[in-house]
């Protein structure tokens, strides 16, 4: 599946020391994938995400005010995680990654098509929200969240 959603391959790499530290305060995440082309595209594709940079090493992923980065599996082979990595069958096992803006309805309606699953469909729930989970082909669970309007 090539077509224009992703920026060309390598193009525009940020100086690592820059982008270090233009990271604000708050929660970073660094996800690690088998593939990630695959990765970025899926999460283009279903949550509504940019792709900033990418490579097959890495890339800089940013959707509705977040930042995350995405690690190929053989960039850790010399990481403290390399062990944990190499023995896991699924990856984040209990984490969600809650993304904020996205519509659930719409990403849901994506998820499959492109490769992930929908673990539970778009529902309002008790807590003023409206949420589906969905797993994307690496296994991490996305949470595409809105504010239920309470107009379903």
């Known amino acids: 599946m090539k077509d224009d959603i992703l920026p060309p391959e390598g193009v525009g790499r940020p100086d690592p020391v820059a982008f270090g530290r233009s990271l604000g305060p708050g929660l970073g995440l660094n996800l690690l994938v088998r593939d990630v082309e695959a990765a970025a595209r899926w999460q283009v594709s279903v949550l509504g995400a940019s792709v900033r940079y990418w490579d097959r090493d890495f890339a800089i992923v940013e959707a509705y005010g977040s930042v995350w980065m ?3 599996d053989r960039t850790y082979r010399n990481h403290a995680l390399t062990g944990v990595i190499n023995g896991a069958e699924g990856r984040g096992p209990g984490v969600e990654l809650r993304l904020y803006g996205c519509d659930p309805d719409r990403a849901a309606e994506r998820a499959e098509p ?9 529902a309002d729930k008790p807590h003023g929200a409206r949420e589906a989970f969905l797993i994307d082909p690496e296994g991490y669970c996305w949470v595409p969240t809105v504010p239920d309007t309470d107009q379903r």
């Open 114 to 122: 492109t490769g992930g699953f929908v673990l539970a469909g778009a």
């Open 70 to 72: 995405l690690h190929h």
